[in-house]
């Protein structure tokens, strides 16, 4: 047991699938005595309520409704607009004459008040705002015809777009865009944030995520406990004042291959920055020199001194394989070394081609895979991958026995109990290198003490904290040595 193990507290929010909200909804309601058509007033009038924070000198407003609750929403919205004095125009994706139950009621309160409801044109109105009340969380199929022209139409003119619940054409459990999707500056999500809101097309798509839960978001959960989470943030508790190198783990990262030295120079440099006591870069000989000179303070053993390429596995609390580690003979004895040891292992890059190629078992470790080679682990395509994340993680999960961190936006931690989402990150962190930094960090947390789920979790937060404070000096051009360069700050709440 290490002399002093890091505590860490996060900030979570339950997340939830469509069907999940769909089914509960109406239950909590019921449980509490309240009206369905309460719940939809209470909607629209939080909607409206962000249009006046975000867009306070919006003085014409087109409001697009579909046949459903959602398009209820957006009636309350265009309703209560109107009353603000703001010039509302109306848009009917379907026969409002047709409309049926809470919706049909919202529909007749605009009409009461002189609304009009028009049918969608290929051109908008000059706006200052596109209210997006199409569809809601139940879309799980193509967006066709008049309402595909629709969309395309509001993602066209510039006009920016508040979001109903979810941008129509997103699917609420995978972010995924349903053949066209709109692009929205921001979205208010009701009761339950939704997973598709967070990760993959979803990250695009809803630009600013609102959460409001109506009243009845604590005993929806309450009622529903949820099992998946979007980490918000996190603190790691400080080291007691008598501590020494000996308690903060010793890390072996294994890797840097011939050609490719840079991998394991990041990912030894990232996990010494995040507080691993001790930390060797078992590579090949000629890397050493350089190796050291970049960063003095992690070891390289001579290759003399190492058995079948490697120094003794049992000097270290942790490994790390794979950042620039190849796919030749060494490659693999290496990788093969690693989890023979039964130690507690972060497998990476090429340790994850190779695991792809000969599958296993590997329940001491931790996956950190990109799409791609989420598709090479699992025999299937990328986007079968980015299609559906979630699912992707848990696949992942059953398959291999070990913590998932498939990286992406929305990066998913999936342990084989919760799974979580990480609500940081940027495009600026799309080059090369910022894979290696994520396994140093990952490795680093899990060699000083924390728990394997607990370090990918905390270590892909960190990574994206790290990555956006780098990025406030412009996401193009960001490097993976820039982001290693924030680790500090992120890591000690600087």
Same mark, same amino acid.
């Given at each position: 047991m290490l002399g002093s193990k890091p505590v860490c507290s996060s900030v979570t929010q339950a997340i939830y699938l469509a069907e999940q909200v769909r089914a509960g909804e109406r239950q909590v309601a019921a449980d509490l005595g309240i009206e369905m058509y309460t719940l939809m007033e209470s909607a629209g009038s939080a909607v409206f309520r962000q249009l006046q924070q975000f867009w306070p000198e919006a003085t014409r407003i087109l409001v697009c409704c579909g046949g459903g609750n959602n398009g209820g929403d957006g009636y309350i919205v265009a309703?209560?607009?109107?009353? @603000?004095?703001?010039?509302?125009?109306?848009?009917?994706?379907?026969?409002?004459? /047709?409309?049926?139950?809470?919706?049909?009621?919202a529909c007749r309160r605009w009409r009461d008040t002189g609304g009009e409801i028009g049918t969608p044109q290929q051109v908008?109105?000059?706006?200052?705002?596109?209210?997006?009340?199409?569809?809601?969380?139940?879309?799980?199929?193509?967006?066709?015809?008049?309402?595909?022209?629709?969309?395309? @139409?509001?993602?066209?003119?510039?006009?920016?777009?508040?979001?109903?619940?979810?941008?129509?054409?997103?699917?609420?459990?995978?972010?995924?865009v349903l053949g066209v999707a709109v692009k929205a500056a921001a979205t208010v999500s009701f009761i339950a944030l939704k997973a598709g809101l967070?990760?993959? =097309?979803?990250?695009? *798509?809803?630009?600013?995520?609102?959460?409001?839960?109506?009243?009845?978001?604590?005993?929806?959960?309450? @009622?529903?406990?949820?099992?998946?989470?979007?980490?918000?943030?996190?603190?790691?508790?400080?080291?007691?004042?008598?501590?020494?190198?000996?308690?903060?783990? =010793?890390?072996?990262?294994?890797?840097?291959?011939?050609g490719m030295m840079g991998a394991i120079m990041l990912a030894s440099d990232a996990a010494i920055r995040s507080g691993a006591g001790l930390v060797a870069a078992a590579t090949r000989n000629e890397?050493?020199?350089?190796?050291?000179?970049?960063?003095?303070?992690?070891?390289?053993?001579?290759s003399e001194h190492l058995e079948a390429g490697l120094p003794p596995l049992n000097w270290a609390t942790c490994l790390a394989v794979g950042p620039g580690l190849g796919q030749d003979e060494w490659s693999v004895s290496a990788l093969d070394a690693a989890l023979e040891s039964k130690l507690p292992v972060v497998l990476d890059a090429d340790a994850l081609n190779l695991l792809a190629?000969?599958?296993?078992?590997?329940?001491?470790?931790?996956?950190?895979? *990109?799409?791609?080679?989420?598709?090479r682990l699992l025999g299937c395509s990328v986007s079968e991958i980015?299609?559906?994340?979630?699912?992707?993680? /848990?696949?992942?999960?059953?398959?291999?026995?070990?913590?998932?961190?498939? =990286?992406? @936006?929305?990066?998913?931690v999936y342990d084989g109990d919760k799974l979580n989402i990480i609500c940081a990150g940027n495009p600026g962190m799309a080059s090369a290198g910022m894979g290696d930094v994520l396994t140093g960090i990952i490795s680093a947390l899990w060699a000083q003490g924390l728990s394997g789920a607990d370090a990918?979790?905390?270590?892909?937060?960190? *990574?994206?904290?790290?990555?956006?404070?780098?990025?406030?000096?412009?996401? /193009?051009?960001?490097?993976?040595?820039?982001?290693?360069?924030?680790? /500090?700050?992120?890591?000690?709440?600087?």
């Amino acid at each position: 047991m290490l002399g002093s193990k890091p505590v860490c507290s996060s900030v979570t929010q339950a997340i939830y699938l469509a069907e999940q909200v769909r089914a509960g909804e109406r239950q909590v309601a019921a449980d509490l005595g309240i009206e369905m058509y309460t719940l939809m007033e209470s909607a629209g009038s939080a909607v409206f309520r962000q249009l006046q924070q975000f867009w306070p000198e919006a003085t014409r407003i087109l409001v697009c409704c579909g046949g459903g609750n959602n398009g209820g929403d957006g009636y309350i919205v265009a309703t209560l607009a109107h009353e @603000a004095g703001i010039d509302v125009t109306v848009w009917s994706t379907s026969d409002p004459d /047709r409309l049926k139950g809470d919706a049909e009621k919202a529909c007749r309160r605009w009409r009461d008040t002189g609304g009009e409801i028009g049918t969608p044109q290929q051109v908008l109105p000059e706006v200052d705002l596109v209210v997006d009340a199409i569809f809601g969380i139940g879309l799980d199929r193509p967006v066709e015809g008049l309402i595909r022209d629709l969309i395309c @139409a509001i993602n066209e003119s510039g006009s920016p777009v508040l979001a109903v619940d979810l941008p129509s054409g997103l699917h609420a459990d995978t972010g995924s865009v349903l053949g066209v999707a709109v692009k929205a500056a921001a979205t208010v999500s009701f009761i339950a944030l939704k997973a598709g809101l967070l990760t993959g =097309k979803g990250r695009e *798509h809803c630009g600013t995520v609102i959460y409001e839960d109506l009243g009845v978001g604590d005993a929806f959960e309450a @009622a529903f406990p949820p099992d998946m989470f979007v980490l918000t943030d996190f603190t790691m508790s400080p080291r007691h004042r008598a501590a020494h190198k000996g308690d903060f783990g =010793k890390l072996l990262c294994i890797g840097g291959n011939k050609g490719m030295m840079g991998a394991i120079m990041l990912a030894s440099d990232a996990a010494i920055r995040s507080g691993a006591g001790l930390v060797a870069a078992a590579t090949r000989n000629e890397n050493r020199p350089y190796l050291t000179l970049h960063r003095p303070e992690v070891m390289a053993p001579l290759s003399e001194h190492l058995e079948a390429g490697l120094p003794p596995l049992n000097w270290a609390t942790c490994l790390a394989v794979g950042p620039g580690l190849g796919q030749d003979e060494w490659s693999v004895s290496a990788l093969d070394a690693a989890l023979e040891s039964k130690l507690p292992v972060v497998l990476d890059a090429d340790a994850l081609n190779l695991l792809a190629a000969q599958p296993s078992k590997v329940t001491q470790a931790v996956l950190t895979p *990109h799409p791609g080679e989420a598709a090479r682990l699992l025999g299937c395509s990328v986007s079968e991958i980015e299609s559906d994340r979630i699912s992707a993680a /848990r696949s992942l999960f059953d398959k291999f026995g070990a913590v998932i961190v498939l =990286k992406g @936006a929305g990066t998913i931690v999936y342990d084989g109990d919760k799974l979580n989402i990480i609500c940081a990150g940027n495009p600026g962190m799309a080059s090369a290198g910022m894979g290696d930094v994520l396994t140093g960090i990952i490795s680093a947390l899990w060699a000083q003490g924390l728990s394997g789920a607990d370090a990918a979790l905390y270590g892909a937060m960190a *990574h994206a904290k790290a990555g956006d404070l780098a990025a406030r000096q412009g996401e /193009r051009g960001l490097l993976a040595s820039d982001v290693i360069q924030q680790l /500090r700050n992120v890591l000690n709440q600087i």
